[in-house]
């Protein structure tokens, strides 16, 4: 069996996908980690003038 040797305008191409790809969930993760820290903060001034107003 013939090993398969990318030529370099794949290997390009590979890199080039990958870096977008990595740059694409890296920003959904920034998102996604300030929204839960959005949606966490409200549950708490939430819970402190439940408190606050018994």
């Given at each position: 069996m013939k090993a398969y040797?990318?030529?370099?305008?794949i290997t390009k191409?590979?890199?080039r996908f990958d870096a977008?790809?990595?740059e694409l969930l890296s920003e959904d993760l920034k998102n996604y980690r300030?929204?839960?820290q959005f949606m966490s903060n409200n549950k708490q001034v939430a819970a402190q003038q439940?408190?606050?107003a018994a």
């Open positions: 040797k990318p030529t370099p305008a191409l590979l890199a977008e790809l990595l300030a929204k839960t439940t408190l606050s």
